[in-house]
């Protein structure tokens, strides 16, 4: 079963920070690139960070670049989102997604909410 599973949202301050994670499995992790995406309410869903097969390329929204980094552990089957000096425009639920898996498209997880708030 192809599955995705995000966790590590929580309650933090502006200023502060969070990991966010993603397992992967039932399909091949290390042969898939990798995003993170959010929406926060009343928005649309949005792009925030992806990453290469390698982990060797990146790429990043405007609005997180320099704050976020986005990483993987192929032997974990793990992506990871780590996110620095957040702010209250990045409060919203974050999902991981394996985009265009062959013969079975777009897979997402459930998602993970993150709120900055003081």
């Known amino acids: 079963q192809v599955q995705l599973v995000e966790s590590g949202g929580g309650f933090v301050q502006p200023g502060g920070s969070l990991r966010l994670s993603c397992a992967a499995s039932?399909?091949?992790?290390?042969?898939?690139?990798m995003n993170w995406h959010r929406q926060a309410p009343g928005k649309e869903r949005e792009l925030v960070a992806s990453?290469?097969?390698?982990?060797?390329?990146?790429s990043y929204a405007d609005s997180v670049k320099g704050r976020f980094t986005i990483s993987r552990d192929n032997t974990k089957n793990t992506v990871y989102l780590q996110m620095n000096s957040l702010k209250a425009e990045d409060t919203a639920v974050y999902y991981c997604?394996?985009?265009?898996?062959?013969?079975?498209?777009?897979?997402w997880g459930q998602g993970t909410q993150v709120t900055v708030s003081s």
């Open positions: 997604k394996a985009p265009d898996l062959p013969r079975r498209g777009d897979v």
């Open positions: 039932g399909f091949t992790f290390s042969s898939a690139v």
């Open positions: 990453i290469s097969i390698t982990g060797r390329t990146t």
